[in-house]
């Protein structure tokens, strides 16, 4: 196998680190994507908003915004402690 030796200019300690953000952010953005597609597609921000919070003066896109995000903090949550978890308890220390 042939290996390039490319000056990325990053330090070699932060590419793991890097990798296992991306490993859990990517993954967890394509979920927020999909589960926000499926949950939107049967309730319309503005009639949650007035169940919800009346009082919020929201926009249906903000309404979107903000539950994507949302979607994403918790897809992301969840990939984080599931690479937590696979880590081994003496790399944790």
Not at 22 to 42: Q, Y
Request: glycine fraction near 6%; aromatic fraction near 16%.
């Amino acid at each position: 196998m042939h290996e390039r030796n490319e000056p990325s200019g990053l330090d070699p300690v932060w590419k793991p680190v890097i990798a296992r953000w991306g490993a859990i952010l990517w993954p967890s953005f394509l979920v927020a994507g999909v589960a926000t597609m499926v949950f939107f597609a049967n309730l319309d921000p503005e009639d949650l908003r007035m169940a919800t919070f009346p009082e919020w003066d929201l926009s249906r896109r903000q309404g979107y915004t903000l539950g994507f995000f949302m979607f994403w903090a918790a897809a992301a949550a969840s990939s984080w402690l599931s690479a937590l978890l696979l880590t081994p308890s003496s790399r944790r220390r």
